[in-house]
């Protein structure tokens, strides 16, 4: 299976205080057990976004990372289970989603960021590689 690390977006799913779910893409950065994504200036409808509340509501968040093609033998797929906090985005996090977003390195974004301690890595493969 090639690196979820290279992929360049996934969905993150939070849950809100009533229980619904809530689903958006992000860009992403991956490094070990954590998972960051900033807050960026792509347009939004506003600033007070509904997974930041989720989060503050209920940290319990997973992230989907797939690759779809029409040759079903390369289909694979990657969902992080973890804890999330929403914080002020710091440098190395930056730095990491600089590295691999050039929109990042000529406009970062200010945040705010969120951070996913994974507790949890399933993967699947439609075939061995």
């Not at 200036?41 to 989060?55: D, S, V």
């Not at 190395?92 to 990042?104: D, R, S, T, V």
């Amino acid at each position: 299976m090639p690196s979820p690390e290279r992929a360049r977006v996934a969905r993150l799913a939070t849950v809100d205080a009533r229980g619904r779910p809530h689903v958006v893409p992000i860009c992403f950065a991956l490094e070990h057990e954590r998972l960051y994504t900033a807050i960026d200036e792509k347009p939004k409808r506003t600033r007070a976004l509904r997974r930041l509340a989720n989060i503050e509501a209920n940290p319990a968040v997973e992230v989907l990372i797939d690759h779809y093609e029409e040759d079903w033998s390369r289909l694979w797929w990657v969902r992080l289970r973890g804890t999330a906090r929403v914080t002020d985005l710091h440098e190395h996090a930056l730095e990491l989603l600089q590295q691999k977003y050039e929109q990042y390195r000529a406009a970062p974004p200010e945040g705010p960021l969120i951070e996913i301690r994974i507790a949890e890595r399933t993967e699947w493969a439609s075939s061995p590689s």
